[in-house]
């Protein structure tokens, strides 16, 4: 059965495709020299900004100057002239964002070509067009575009009742037309069950208020179960009385499209290793969890999970192997998990996770999360079996707790943080809840270890000094005692500020600051004021008193400061005996002025604790 004239103007006229229709122009020889537009839909007149008076009769290069479009499309013309058949085509114009996928077809000495710009999202998607066009070779066009683009066309007259589709609509439903079933009961039965609803409404909509149809919905194939991408669009023809009496559309299948964007969206909130959901995503999950706690008066909780020296396992095994363990542990951390909980990856070796519901107790909610965190913990250590064989490895946890909207993602995320980063301060597959001394404590530590450095460099700390004296109670000399005015957080105290030097791997650039300044300061300060043999004694900590660099580096100081040797005196805390005896009578030796004569001062125990 062929298909009514007026089926085929009107997808003429409303086809979202870009339609030409050119007339081929020969050389002397015979060749193929350019092409002379007869006719284009408004589509094309539409993306060309011209109207069809403008452009009906130019050549192609008078209609896109500087574009050298022969040179560019005359080997597809060529092609199809030469085989008869139709040919695919897609190439992207010079200097532009535009690439052009069309369908060019022979058709005696003319040729048309159907298609779009796919340079954005390679589909079919516009606003229906209306233009009449002349019958021969339009009607012969339109035809192989129908069959081309995966448009179905089909007709519904309200008054008869009736629904017409064109044989394409039955391809892309998947039904025989001769099945003995009517287009609508194809169309019911085809739909998505989970969308028909809705297309149902859409259509209801177009036919009381007389405006376009528009509507996308899912339909299952009869013939493979498939699941396809519909966009259904249709003008509305009305009686005098502006009633609804007829609709002429397309359905236009878009399944690649879709599933292209739904591939994006994948990969916009799905991480392409482990396939959990990425940080964006978990961001939002953090959202939704706040929210659905608010509600339900019930707390929830967000785990932030990261694995202790995962670098050293990429280094030592390759990244391969360190990716394969990152996707069994995603695989883990999933089993332990169930809707509406969530675990995604955050990002590297660090590890996401939201319980929802705890409790509306506080402390109970605190036990079940710890509870929670423990099995994680625990469930981590258990061997991993790797195609290089058994791995284990541990993680550190930071679980912090919300009931309410009065904190932002990004707070839960840093308190989270914050506490996954004591947990690491305590040593490996160790797990802390958040409160907010801990907050305070850590993020003033890590302010500590931050500025410790440059106000070493930058001399902004202080020496104060304790005087020291003899049997018979004269002041003999002073003991230095460093000092750091912080300045957001004021004096620290000396055996914190130590600590955070020994920690952070910064007491060896601490000590020899430390030792230049006492020297500096004896020789400019104390030597014109005080007696003779005026001694300054420093304290040095044992990871500075057992650098195998550490008796160079004080002589060096000495040497520089000009201070002769026996007036500076070492005092060693207790924490120097941990080593062995061996290596403490070693150092010792270096230090002692009767045993080594490479450096000339006291030493000195200082058993203070």
Not at 226 to 251: F, W
Not at 404 to 429: F, H, I, V
């Given at each position: 059965m062929s298909v009514p004239l007026p089926i085929l103007i009107a997808l003429y006229e409303q086809a979202p495709l870009e339609v030409h229709v050119w007339k081929l122009r020969y050389g002397d020889r015979g060749q193929i020299v350019g092409w002379t537009l007869v006719h284009a839909n408004s589509r094309a007149l539409e993306a060309w900004g011209r109207s069809l008076d403008q452009v009906v009769g130019k050549s192609n290069e008078e209609l896109f100057p500087g574009s050298d479009s022969t040179k560019l499309f005359l080997p597809i013309v060529e092609r199809i002239v030469s085989t008869g058949e139709p040919y695919e085509w897609e190439e992207g114009i010079p200097d532009t964002y535009q690439i052009l996928r069309m369908t060019s077809i022979p058709v005696d000495d003319h040729f048309i070509s159907c298609g779009m710009d796919v340079g954005t999202y390679r589909s079919v998607e516009a606003q229906l067009s209306s233009k009449s066009v002349a019958l021969d070779h339009s009607m012969r066009c339109l035809k192989i575009a129908t069959e081309s683009a995966q448009i179905g066309i089909w007709e519904y007259d309200l008054d008869k009742g009736t629904l017409i589709w064109d044989k394409s609509m039955y391809s892309i439903y998947g039904v025989e037309p001769m099945d003995g079933?009517?287009?609508?009961?194809?169309?019911?039965?085809?739909?998505?069950?989970?969308?028909?609803?809705?297309?149902?409404?859409?259509?209801?909509?177009?036919?009381e208020t007389s405006r376009m149809f528009k509507s996308d919905f899912r339909i299952v194939r009869k013939d493979t179960s498939e699941v396809r991408y519909i966009a259904a669009q249709a003008v509305v023809e009305k009686d005098r009385r502006r009633k609804t009496t007829r609709m002429i559309g397309v359905n236009i299948d878009r399944t690649e499209r879709r599933q292209a964007e739904l591939k994006v969206e994948h990969l916009a909130y799905f991480d392409t290793l482990t396939d959990l959901p990425n940080r964006s995503s978990i961001e939002l999950s953090i959202t939704r969890a706040i929210d659905r706690s608010e509600r339900s008066g019930k707390s929830?909780?967000?785990?932030?999970?990261?694995?202790?020296?995962?670098?050293?396992?990429?280094?030592?095994v390759g990244h391969k192997l360190g990716d394969e363990l990152l996707v069994v542990l995603s695989q883990r951390l999933e089993s332990l998990v169930s809707r509406p909980d969530t675990v995604g990856?955050?990002?590297?070796?660090?590890?996401?996770?939201?319980?929802?519901?705890?409790?509306?107790?506080?402390?109970?909610?605190?036990?079940?999360?710890?509870?929670?965190?423990?099995?994680?913990?625990?469930?981590?250590?258990?061997?991993?079996?790797?195609?290089?064989?058994?791995?284990?490895?541990?993680?550190?946890?930071?679980?912090?707790?919300?009931?309410?909207?009065?904190?932002?993602?990004?707070?839960?995320?840093?308190?989270?943080?914050?506490?996954?980063?004591?947990?690491?301060?305590?040593?490996?597959?160790?797990?802390?809840?958040?409160?907010?001394?801990?907050?305070?404590?850590?993020?003033?530590?890590?302010?500590?270890?931050?500025?410790?450095?440059?106000?070493?460099?930058?001399?902004?700390?202080?020496?104060?000094?304790?005087?020291?004296?003899?049997?018979?109670?004269?002041?003999?000399?002073?003991?230095?005692?460093?000092?750091?005015?912080?300045?957001?957080?004021?004096?620290?105290?000396?055996?914190?500020?130590?600590?955070?030097?020994?920690?952070?791997?910064?007491?060896?650039?601490?000590?020899?600051?430390?030792?230049?300044?006492?020297?500096?300061?004896?020789?400019?300060?104390?030597?014109?004021?005080?007696?003779?043999?005026?001694?300054?004694?420093?304290?040095?900590?044992?990871?500075?008193?057992?650098?195998?660099?550490?008796?160079?580096?004080?002589?060096?100081?000495?040497?520089?400061?000009?201070?002769?040797?026996?007036?500076?005196?070492?005092?060693?805390?207790?924490?120097?005996?941990?080593?062995?005896?061996?290596?403490?009578?070693?150092?010792?030796?270096?230090?002692?002025?009767?045993?080594?004569?490479?450096?000339?001062?006291?030493?000195?125990?200082?058993?203070?604790?």
């Amino acid at each position: 059965m062929s298909v009514p004239l007026p089926i085929l103007i009107a997808l003429y006229e409303q086809a979202p495709l870009e339609v030409h229709v050119w007339k081929l122009r020969y050389g002397d020889r015979g060749q193929i020299v350019g092409w002379t537009l007869v006719h284009a839909n408004s589509r094309a007149l539409e993306a060309w900004g011209r109207s069809l008076d403008q452009v009906v009769g130019k050549s192609n290069e008078e209609l896109f100057p500087g574009s050298d479009s022969t040179k560019l499309f005359l080997p597809i013309v060529e092609r199809i002239v030469s085989t008869g058949e139709p040919y695919e085509w897609e190439e992207g114009i010079p200097d532009t964002y535009q690439i052009l996928r069309m369908t060019s077809i022979p058709v005696d000495d003319h040729f048309i070509s159907c298609g779009m710009d796919v340079g954005t999202y390679r589909s079919v998607e516009a606003q229906l067009s209306s233009k009449s066009v002349a019958l021969d070779h339009s009607m012969r066009c339109l035809k192989i575009a129908t069959e081309s683009a995966q448009i179905g066309i089909w007709e519904y007259d309200l008054d008869k009742g009736t629904l017409i589709w064109d044989k394409s609509m039955y391809s892309i439903y998947g039904v025989e037309p001769m099945d003995g079933q009517l287009p609508y009961e194809v169309w019911r039965s085809g739909v998505h069950p989970d969308d028909i609803d809705e297309a149902m409404r859409d259509l209801k909509i177009a036919v009381e208020t007389s405006r376009m149809f528009k509507s996308d919905f899912r339909i299952v194939r009869k013939d493979t179960s498939e699941v396809r991408y519909i966009a259904a669009q249709a003008v509305v023809e009305k009686d005098r009385r502006r009633k609804t009496t007829r609709m002429i559309g397309v359905n236009i299948d878009r399944t690649e499209r879709r599933q292209a964007e739904l591939k994006v969206e994948h990969l916009a909130y799905f991480d392409t290793l482990t396939d959990l959901p990425n940080r964006s995503s978990i961001e939002l999950s953090i959202t939704r969890a706040i929210d659905r706690s608010e509600r339900s008066g019930k707390s929830g909780a967000l785990i932030l999970v990261d694995l202790d020296n995962f670098k050293q396992v990429n280094d030592s095994v390759g990244h391969k192997l360190g990716d394969e363990l990152l996707v069994v542990l995603s695989q883990r951390l999933e089993s332990l998990v169930s809707r509406p909980d969530t675990v995604g990856r955050f990002g590297g070796d660090e590890f996401a996770l939201i319980l929802n519901g705890l409790d509306d107790n506080p402390a109970v909610a605190i036990e079940t999360a710890e509870k929670f965190g423990a099995m994680v913990r625990d469930r981590i250590r258990e061997p991993m079996q790797l195609t290089a064989g058994k791995f284990l490895t541990s993680a550190s946890l930071g679980i912090t707790l919300f009931q309410d909207s009065t904190l932002e993602p990004s707070d839960l995320l840093r308190q989270a943080e914050l506490a996954m980063y004591q947990a690491k301060a305590l040593g490996r597959g160790t797990m802390q809840i958040f409160d907010v001394k801990l907050g305070r404590d850590f993020i003033q530590r890590v302010a500590l270890e931050r500025d410790l450095g440059p106000a070493i460099e930058n001399n902004e700390l202080e020496l104060h000094y304790q005087p020291q004296f003899d049997a018979e109670g004269r002041v003999r000399g002073v003991e230095a005692l460093v000092r750091f005015n912080h300045p957001d957080y004021g004096p620290i105290p000396p055996e914190k500020l130590i600590r955070v030097a020994e920690e952070s791997g910064q007491i060896r650039a601490l000590g020899l600051w430390v030792v230049r300044t006492a020297l500096q300061d004896l020789r400019m300060r104390f030597d014109p004021v005080a007696e003779d043999r005026f001694r300054i004694s420093v304290n040095v900590s044992a990871l500075q008193f057992y650098d195998p660099d550490f008796t160079e580096k004080l002589k060096s100081e000495v040497d520089s400061s000009g201070v002769d040797a026996s007036r500076l005196t070492i005092e060693l805390t207790e924490s120097a005996l941990n080593a062995s005896e061996s290596e403490f009578q070693r150092k010792w030796c270096l230090c002692r002025p009767w045993e080594c004569s490479s450096l000339w001062m006291t030493s000195a125990l200082d058993t203070r604790v």
